[in-house]
């Protein structure tokens, strides 16, 4: 289900202040977040904090958009 995965993910996005979540999809136990970041650091600490709480983070597509960076990542259970 939806819900065990967001508080994770209130956590991650946290340790990226400057992060905002502009989208979620939650599909057969897969939540892809769409992500606006100020740099790929910031991408790769909310897929750092996940990992580090037990889910599987993995960070599909990033692009440039301005001065942002826009990014896409999956999150499932470890081990799922």
Do not use: C, F, H
């Not at 994770?8 to 905002?20: E, I, K, L, M, S």
């Not at 599909?27 to 599987?56: F, P």
């Amino acid at each position: 289900t939806l819900l065990p995965v967001l508080l994770p993910v209130a956590q991650a996005r946290n340790a990226a202040p400057g992060a905002t979540i502009e989208g979620l999809t939650y599909r057969d136990g897969v939540l892809e977040m769409r992500i606006m970041a100020a740099d790929t650091a910031s991408l790769d600490a909310i897929g750092q904090q996940l990992r580090a709480s037990n889910w599987q983070a993995e960070i599909k597509a990033v692009t440039a958009s301005g001065d942002n960076y826009r990014g896409s990542v999956q999150v499932r259970k470890a081990g799922a």
